[in-house]
């Protein structure tokens, strides 16, 4: 069958339809440079590859298939305010829904962020919903397990080392199943160990880029040497693990700093009276970034407050000498731990590791986390290898070819990635969709 693929990005529709022998007819792609690289990855695509869908659309040829990982902005209020027919409009889904209207293809397959679901409490999602129920066409996406579903689309329900939760959407002009998505395959033996590459295998260029820096290690190391002090029997917690709580007794129940004197404060962040010719502003600045506003905490906080000052009471006696002080140095984001291995051995380099806004995450060694397009800071490191994940790695992770051509810069590279659809789970999703197809001529040609 001909398929069109929208908001095209690296392409991971196109290689999974290709692969299933389906030809594509039209791309666009809005960035210059990926335009360029969608026509030097797939041959013979220079001529049907396009820019900006707003003002490409009328080139769309006759298809079957529709397919676009199309972006998640913001849907215009005045369709609810003003009861408008038309509540897509000022979205780029509007144009999907434009080319829909004009060429209508048999199917219709959309991937998007595992909240769409949820977004703007589900509106979005309902929006979508209406307007392609609207055209004529059955409509599934998939559901979280909280609302009825067996829950989001994963690259590691398939036996890919990847954990990257989407939302699919599939439409069809003729029939659909109940829940026409592919079935989790259960535990699987999903191991990085399936992408990894070698140190030895690395390029000079790529030895650069994955590096450490000197902070990071550290920082590794300084987590690792209290986590070396404490006894087996003291379970690591589940819940984050915040430094700054550390002999901490600022009031966060009934209370915030922000509402204390700055004679409190100061008694409370143990500092000399010079500081009472500072600014209250500035003295609030000597306590934690999550604790100078002027709300009171939500629950959440509280509870994670005091169970950090708990456990921290609890172990204080183990922590190595000078160890506290040397971890207030850090930066802020890098007095946080995020252990998510329970069971496994206390040892950060034998784990997969990100640098996160909410601390250094810790997760085991057998499938990576998402690669993130929103930023480039949370690239994956490879415990074990004592680095950042490779280019080709976070191709392997996203199905890919080795030999896929990725944008020049390493952030614009992982940003690619991060926006990409994985070509694995792409190609189990259109199988699952098209079987509604082949059964319904296979019954045809027995009506016959």
């Not at 998510?340 to 250094?360: A, I, T, Y």
């Not at 994985?422 to 001529?441: D, F, M, P, T, Y």
């Given at each position: ?135 004529k066409y059955n409509v599934r ?187 207030r140095s850090f930066p802020s ?116």
């Amino acid at each position: 069958m001909r398929f069109v693929d929208l908001f095209a990005g690296l392409g991971g529709f196109h290689l999974a339809l290709s692969q299933l022998g389906h030809r594509c007819v039209f791309a666009s792609e809005l960035d210059a440079e990926l335009r360029a690289l969608y026509a030097a990855n797939f041959k013979g695509s220079r001529q049907i590859i396009h820019g900006d869908i707003c003002k490409a659309k009328t080139l769309v040829p006759k298809h079957d298939i529709l397919c676009a990982g199309f972006p998640c902005q913001p849907f215009s209020k005045s369709g609810f305010q003003d009861g408008l027919n038309d509540k897509t409009r000022g979205t780029l889904f509007h144009e999907i829904v434009h080319i829909l209207k004009k060429r209508r293809p048999a199917y219709v397959l959309l991937e998007n962020v595992g909240n769409f679901e949820r977004h703007d409490d589900g509106r979005t999602w309902e929006i979508v919903r209406e307007a392609l129920e609207k055209l004529k066409y059955n409509v599934r996406g998939t559901q979280h397990k909280a609302t009825g579903g067996h829950g989001l689309i994963s690259p590691h329900h398939f036996g890919f080392p990847h954990t990257r939760e989407r939302f699919y959407i599939v439409a069809s002009l003729d029939h659909l199943a109940a829940d026409p998505f592919p079935k989790p395959a259960g535990r699987t033996s999903a191991s990085l160990r399936q992408v990894v590459q070698d140190n030895a295998e690395l390029s000079d260029d790529d030895q650069i880029e994955t590096a450490l820096t000197h902070r990071q290690r550290e920082c590794i190391e300084h987590w690792n040497e209290l986590l070396g002090a404490l006894p087996d029997r003291i379970d690591l917690p589940s819940f984050p693990i915040w430094g700054d709580e550390i002999h901490a007794r600022y009031p966060f129940v009934t209370k915030t700093p922000h509402e204390c004197t700055i004679d409190k404060l100061l008694g409370y962040a143990r500092r000399n009276g010079a500081w009472r010719r500072k600014p209250k502003a500035d003295v609030l600045g000597l306590f934690p970034s999550y604790a100078r506003g002027s709300d009171h905490f939500p629950l959440w906080k509280i509870r994670f407050i005091r169970q950090n000052r708990e456990w921290f009471q609890d172990i204080a006696r183990y922590f190595p000498t000078g160890w506290v002080r040397a971890l207030r140095s850090f930066p802020s984001s890098l007095r946080k731990l995020e252990w998510n291995c329970q069971g496994e051995p206390r040892d950060l380099w034998k784990h997969v590791l990100q640098f996160r806004p909410s601390g250094l995450r810790v997760k085991r060694y057998s499938t990576c986390p998402a690669l993130v397009a929103m930023t480039t800071t949370q690239v994956p490191i490879l415990g074990p290898k004592r680095r950042f994940i490779t280019r080709t790695e976070g191709l392997r992770l996203q199905a890919f070819p080795d030999s896929h051509k990725l944008p020049a810069k390493r952030d614009d590279a992982f940003r690619a990635l991060g926006n990409a659809v994985h070509v694995g789970v792409a190609v189990k999703v259109i199988r699952a969709a098209l079987s509604n197809r082949e059964s319904n001529n296979a019954n045809g040609q027995a009506r016959r």
